[in-house]
């Protein structure tokens, strides 16, 4: 079949991209035959795999029942079963879900469940949100606001209330060891004294990716860091927001990133590897104190049409069940270490490769001219590009933040789905082993010119 001209997205590229024609397992084909391994699960999305035939199974069950309730006239019993499975995944006291279509709307419903909460309890002087730089929290222009990202926001700015940002904690780059609970303290106090500059009073909350995604390249958070920040907030009734849209839903190893350092939220945001890319979904879990004082107050002024789709729902759930029953977040840990090794060893190969990082199956490793003082490489390059190109290519799906205008640093996830076996793996490896050597001989040449 011919193309027609397309009118349903933006291009910002040159080329077009083939079209899909179908995809299982970790595989991906094209129209024209042509296979990839999906070694980002699209945008960390595609956590169980594509078509799953269990999966698939519960959507034709609740198709063939129904496939749209309005939340304001039904309850769904997929949307009930899910909500509870959520609340048995998610930390002591956070058993309120409310459930959205993406990552934007589940963090806008944190931002505004937050201040709702604030104005309940008589502290309405409350209204900033600090955040990190570089984060990515969202397209939305409360999510926006959040995000530490000059070329997505910078057009917004005199449309958005300003929030406070802090440094993200990359230590590797600023010569620190991400071992050392030094490290840690140092980063999680700098929200200590953004909080005090600002006047404690004024701040409604924090937010954090607990691992890391597209903006900071699976960064994880320095030993001792997130305990810290749970500290400060608490001292200064700041409620914590860990946004767990890309980290959660099993990928680092745990159902949610944070869980490996033992530390709950006051609210958290889930959306990617919730309904695992089957359908749009997403939640916001919220602690039983907060919602029954906005409840008390009057209810949640906030809501979507399409939240609680019984059919994004029934797609959320078995993509839970498939992950319990086939011990997808123990296969993560185990493969994701795999990886990062091998990911490691290539380092030796390539003295380009100056940082590998990640936990579990939200891996990265940045691209760097001098890996003894982290020098990026010349802008021009265009390395962040171009690599995600040559290893398409060759069939091989990695991701970088590609935004037009827009750079970030040369880093690279790495994040098939969960899973992934060893035969995986080794794929991945060789594809990028190929894919560097193209990219370092195209830099030889740009050099040269
Ligand atoms: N938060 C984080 C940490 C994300 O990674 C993303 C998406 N990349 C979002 C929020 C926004 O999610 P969505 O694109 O589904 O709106």
Not at 156 to 170: G, L
Not at 246 to 270: C, Q
Not at 362 to 371: G, Q
Request: hydrophobic content about 40%; charged content about 25%.
């Amino acid at each position: 079949m011919s193309r027609p001209e397309t009118s349903h997205l933006f291009y910002q590229t040159r080329q077009r991209r083939p079209v899909l024609d179908q995809a299982r397992g970790v595989y991906m084909w094209d129209v024209d035959g042509k296979r990839y391994l999906d070694g980002s699960s699209g945008a960390m999305v595609c956590n169980i795999g594509h078509s799953n035939p269990r999966v698939l199974e519960a959507m034709r069950k609740q198709m063939d029942k129904s496939t749209f309730g309005y939340r304001l006239h039904f309850e769904t019993e997929p949307a009930e079963h899910l909500a509870a499975k959520t609340a048995s995944l998610a930390p002591e006291g956070l058993d309120k879900v409310f459930f959205v279509s993406g990552g934007s709307e589940a963090v806008e419903s944190a931002i505004k469940l937050a201040r709702q909460n604030a104005v309940a309890i008589g502290e309405a002087q409350r209204t900033k949100v600090i955040s990190r730089e570089p984060s990515y929290h969202g397209c939305t222009l409360g999510a926006l606001a959040l995000t530490g990202y000059a070329p997505l926001t910078a057009p917004f700015e005199p449309m958005m209330r300003p929030m406070p940002k802090i440094p993200a904690p990359r230590a590797y780059l600023d010569g620190l060891d991400p071992e050392d609970e030094a490290t840690g303290h140092h980063y999680a106090d700098m929200l200590e004294e953004r909080i005090l500059a600002e006047g404690p009073e004024t701040i409604l909350a924090f937010i954090v990716e607990p691992v890391g995604g597209a903006s900071t390249g699976a960064l994880v958070p320095p030993r001792g860091y997130m305990k810290r920040i749970r500290e400060i907030c608490s001292r200064y009734g700041v409620l914590l927001i860990h946004d767990e849209v890309m980290s959660g839903g099993g990928r680092t190893g745990k159902f949610f990133a944070a869980e490996h350092w033992d530390v709950d939220p006051d609210i958290l945001v889930i959306s990617k590897g919730f309904a695992a890319g089957y359908a749009p979904l997403g939640a916001m879990v919220a602690h039983r104190d907060i919602v029954a004082n906005v409840l008390d107050a009057g209810g949640f002024l906030h809501g979507f049409t399409y939240a609680g789709n019984p059919l994004a729902c029934a797609a959320g759930l078995a993509v839970l069940e498939e992950i319990e029953r086939e011990n997808l977040c123990a296969n993560a840990a185990a493969t994701g270490t795999l990886l990062k090794g091998e990911l490691t060893k290539l380092m030796e190969r390539y003295s380009i490769i100056g940082d590998v990082r990640g936990e579990g199956l939200l891996l990265a490793f940045e691209l760097v001219d001098d890996r003894t003082t982290m020098r990026p490489l010349p802008r021009e390059l265009n390395a962040f590009n171009h690599l995600v190109d040559i290893a398409y290519d060759n069939g091989l799906i990695i991701y970088s933040r590609r935004t037009r205008g827009g750079y970030c640093g040369d880093h690279f996830l790495i994040a098939p789905p969960m899973i992934s076996t060893s035969g995986h793996v080794a794929e991945i490896i060789d594809g990028l082993d190929i894919s560097l050597r193209q990219l370092l001989d195209r830099i030889s040449q740009q050099r040269a010119q």
